[in-house]
């Protein structure tokens, strides 16, 4: 249909968009017949934190471009896998590489693997992510624990026009990161001497880097820290009442007064330096389920 108003257009044509259930049941029923039984949680790994799969035991892998209906992962530092197997005696299914606006991907593709892991068969959602750190009390290599996000990306994943086919199109997002596991993590963090910051995690579009100005106006919204993922993920776990826990890896200190040019490489070295934390407390959360 013909508008004048152009937001109007983008609007209409987003919402055009639905969701096929068939697309989603050929994606698992692949996943199956290569071996994904009864997986028990989900787990998404940012930027530079792939080395979780190596603690899988018999680990079973499905790269992206083999299964039905998969966006393929386009960022060089994302390798672009499912991988199947046990953490601590618990059936896992791990995603090594996500999906991001910044790509050219839309929200219903991007939270596509997070439907299909739901209906493998996950109760419990863990995600990770490098972020930058908008609080100048939080610094490089330091770990954040999400607690509440701010969504700047400008749309939803459950604005599509069969949305009510799979849960409440007003999902609630009172709680948006499970308050168990949020306990549990910490006093996982206490008792191994792991610092672990609490804070609120802002989702921009990306790829550019902030600006000075955009770096203080999200710290007068709230934020602090700032990334290009994960609350697409979020929003669509809740819509399917899946908990979720989630951490960021700090590899930059966004301060606007001393804003120095983003090194990409050394953000992605600060999270391999962290990333053994991050593993350290996943592992011990997932024993504690």
Not at 176 to 205: C, H, T, W
Request: hydrophobic letters at 40%; charged letters at 25%; proline letters at 5%.
């Amino acid at each position: 249909m013909y508008t004048t108003n152009p937001c109007a257009l983008v609007i209409e044509i987003y919402t055009d968009r639905v969701m096929k259930k068939k697309q989603i049941e050929e994606s698992v029923a692949y996943l199956i017949n290569k071996g994904f039984e009864n997986p028990e949680i989900g787990i998404v790994l940012g930027t530079g934190l792939g080395k979780l799969v190596d603690q899988i035991e018999d680990p079973i892998e499905a790269h992206y471009n083999h299964i039905p209906f998969f966006p393929l992962a386009t960022v060089e530092f994302h390798t672009g896998k499912l991988v199947y197997g046990t953490i601590e005696g618990k059936k896992v299914v791990v995603m090594q590489g996500r999906f991001h606006l910044y790509e050219g991907y839309d929200f219903l593709d991007i939270t596509y693997p997070i439907r299909v892991m739901h209906t493998l068969g996950i109760t419990k959602l863990f995600v990770s992510n490098a972020a930058g750190a908008i609080n100048l009390d939080y610094k490089k290599g330091d770990m954040m624990l999400i607690e509440d996000h701010i969504n700047l990306q400008g749309g939803s994943p459950l604005a599509f026009k069969n949305v009510a086919e799979f849960g409440e199109r007003f999902a609630d997002m009172s709680e948006p990161y499970d308050v168990p596991m949020r306990q549990k993590i910490e006093e996982i963090a206490s008792k191994n001497g792991i610092s672990l910051k609490k804070g609120v995690y802002a989702s921009v579009v990306g790829p550019q880097l902030e600006t000075k100005s955009e770096y203080r106006m999200l710290k007068i919204l709230g934020a602090d820290a700032v990334g290009m993922s994960t609350v697409p993920e979020v929003i669509v776990a809740n819509h399917l009442g899946l908990p979720i826990v989630a951490v960021s890896v700090l590899t930059d200190e966004c301060d606007p007064d001393n804003l120095k040019p983003v090194d990409i490489a050394e953000i992605i070295a600060i999270a391999g330096r962290t990333e053994p934390k991050m593993v350290k407390l996943f592992r011990e959360l997932i024993k504690q389920l």
